[in-house]
């Protein structure tokens, strides 16, 4: 078994599974889209939107929306390389938005695909995402390569959230990222708040679980960002989620879920 795949545990009925890449170079990205095919990916998504420095230094991330003439040679390599549909995750723009530019620079290389992230790089995550962009996005689109499908993100909250959004800009999907923190049942249309919290308990004890089964290797500390987003919102939960951030493994933490279950006045 190749390593790069020791963590991909994926069954057939999850597919698509996109490999997510990053790097300025492009014959490094022809490389690894080639190894991406080779290895029964789907597809192949580029990030030219990753905010974290040491991705930036090497050109890549946000930093390829300043140089748009080495973004499109990169996409050009990982399409040459395989068969695999090619896509980009991006942001509006650097320092300011500039659609015009950086967009219309993606939709010439024709990805089958463009995520936009409706936030500069200078804004991080700390303002609220810009979804009045998206309609002159989806303009920019029309009007370039009509071809390429246009995918929003950035604060939906829910299912009927998103399709608020999309009917509303005319973009062709949303993409979901932390409204799935503590509620995997959002793609089922469920919000947060519906799910009794012995199911949320439970959800999370079946997580830990499989990623001690499943990743054995990996630091059991990188579910603590799970344990906050599935305790909380209830009385006592910041006493609960205390207990559970000290739990070294999956039976800790189920043995400690299960003692607050049993506690009196439950």
Known sequence: ENPLMRDLAFGEEQ???VAQLFSSKPDMIGYAA??????GFDGVDINMGCPD???EKQGAGAAMINT?????EVIRAAKKASELPVSIKTRIGYN???LDEWLTTLLEAAPAAITLHLRTRKEMS???AGWEFMKRAVEIRNRVNPNVLLIGNGDVRDLEDARAKAADSGCDGVMLGRAMFGNPWVFAG???EDTPLAERLAALIELAREFEKLTPHKNFSILKKHIKAFVTGFAGAAELRALLMQAENAEELASAIRMHERAPGR
Do not use: G
């Open 15 to 17: 597919r698509p599974i």
């Open 34 to 39: 080639k190894l991406a095919a080779e290895l």
């Open 53 to 55: 420095r040491t991705v």
């Open 68 to 72: 748009p003439e080495v973004a499109r």
């Open 96 to 98: 300011i938005e500039s």
């Open 126 to 128: 700390l303002v609220p």
């Open 190 to 192: 469920r919000k947060s």
